[in-house]
């Protein structure tokens, strides 16, 4: 058995760019902690995720399989029960029609495009809705991503579901009506279809895309990595997120930062309410057994290296969590409706928390430079420096009063004070407009 751990960790240590494993093979583990494999774990062999009472999943080269047979520890193969389980889920072109539908409904308020093309050439359609959709208001930005894992398919459905919903009550729903007005809200049902089509994790190169962003300690650079990631990156640079959130599928809890380090986060007690803003409003999320309230930090639970969701917290002024709504990854297609109806008011709710912040808008155009977030009140602190480009920045804070110095190149700093309360939607999303 030696000869196997030797070979599996040699692949990873001689063909790996990035810290991600290539994963051949799907299996979760039953009824054990992950300490039972901890030779693989530590030689960078395998991958492990979704870490509960019942086992957690693992993956990793062919072979693995043999190794955990050899070892007689239990598990089953992941990837024969989501074939079956997949049979009547949309194809990616249903998905697609869906959305189109969806953006025909009301052209103004909804618009579909594309931010590039996965391996296999399938587009990476994302769902511009606000109102005005056509231009680009000062309005703070708030976006959903779904599915980087392929096989974890409820997010894809209710992201579409939410979608369709929108289109539909724009006008006469006043709650949605009016979260539409006020934000620029941006809904990717599908980050990894060509994964979803082969009913896998991983993408069609068979690596994790969220193990491939890069790293705290890395340099922000999208080359060399996953086509779907680098798109993923483009994306989130040309914009100015502010909140968002991922869906994944094998248990369900709400995850915040940090994945990758047990350092807490500097808004540990935002992340933390904005976390519990989902999973109140989520009964078997906020009673669950495994996690106190549903939530949990991502490093206690486990630590991930190259997610999306430290990526994006740390390179940018976008802050993510990671939600895991449904215990099975495949669930039967007829539940759908009823993971919608247990999470639509959760999803509702965290997108309206964009409001939860503060900005300006520079009367002049293209402008660059760095704006340092102080908060004076309840407690005086400083909450660091953030870059911002193109005149306009906006960040989700505490309820406090806060002021921002703001530094362009060749400038003096000016300050101004802000406030911020929460679920409030004010109609110039409360952005100051300055010099
Ligand atoms: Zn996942």
Redesign the pocket.
């Known amino acids: 058995m030696k000869k196997l751990l030797l070979s599996l960790s040699l692949c990873v240590l001689t063909s790996q760019a990035f810290a991600s494993v290539k994963i051949e093979e799907e299996l979760f583990v039953l009824g054990q902690k992950p300490e039972v494999l901890k030779e693989l774990i530590t030689a960078g062999s395998v991958e492990i995720?979704?870490v509960t009472s019942e086992g957690f999943e693992i993956y990793g080269r062919n072979g693995l399989s043999q190794y955990l047979d050899e070892k007689k520890i239990p598990y089953f193969d992941m990837k024969s029960v989501s074939k079956l389980a997949f049979a009547e889920y949309p194809s990616h072109a249903q998905i697609t029609a869906k959305l189109q539908a969806a953006a025909a409904k009301n052209p103004s308020m909804m618009k579909l495009f594309s931010i590039g093309k996965s391996i296999k050439g399938k587009e990476l359609w994302v769902m511009k809705i606000s109102d005005n959709v056509n231009i680009d208001e000062v309005e703070p930005e708030f976006k959903y991503i779904s599915s980087?894992?392929g096989d974890?398919i409820t997010g894809r459905e209710m992201t579409v579901s939410l979608i369709e919903e929108m289109a539909e009550k724009y006008g006469s729903n006043d709650e949605l009506t009016e979260l539409i007005n006020n934000t620029e809200i941006y809904i990717m049902p599908s980050m990894n279809p060509d994964g979803s089509e082969r009913k896998q994790?991983a993408n069609a190169n068979g690596t994790d895309l969220?193990r491939n962003f890069p790293d705290l300690k890395e340099a922000n650079s999208a080359a060399g990595r996953e086509l779907e990631n680098q798109n993923v990156m483009k994306f989130q640079a040309e914009r100015k997120f502010s909140l968002s959130a991922n869906f994944?599928?094998?248990t369900i809890v709400a995850n915040y930062p940090w994945d990758s380090t047990y350092d807490r986060h500097p808004l540990d007690g935002l992340v933390k309410e904005l976390s519990l803003v989902y999973a109140d409003l989520n009964p078997e999320m906020r009673n669950s057994s495994e996690f106190a309230g549903g939530i949990t930090n991502g490093a206690d639970w486990y630590v991930v290296k190259g997610g999306m969701q430290d990526w994006s917290c740390f390179f940018y002024n976008d802050l993510q969590i990671t939600l895991?709504v449904s215990h099975t990854k495949y669930p039967s297609y007829s539940d759908i409706p009823d993971f919608y109806k247990s999470n639509r008011d959760s999803m509702v709710s965290f997108m309206k928390q964009v409001h939860r912040g503060a900005g300006f808008k520079m009367k002049r155009a293209g402008v660059s430079g760095t704006v340092r977030v102080k908060q004076l009140s309840p407690e005086s602190k400083d909450l660091g420096s953030y870059a911002f480009n193109s005149s306009e920045f906006y960040k989700v804070l505490p309820d406090g009063e806060y002021a921002y110095v703001v530094t362009e190149k060749n400038k003096s700093p000016q300050e101004i004070r802000v406030s911020v309360e929460s679920n409030k939607i004010s109609s110039n999303g409360n952005f100051s407009v300055i010099e």
Do not use: A, P, V
């Open positions: 995720d979704h980087m894992h974890e994790r969220n994944h599928g094998g895991e």
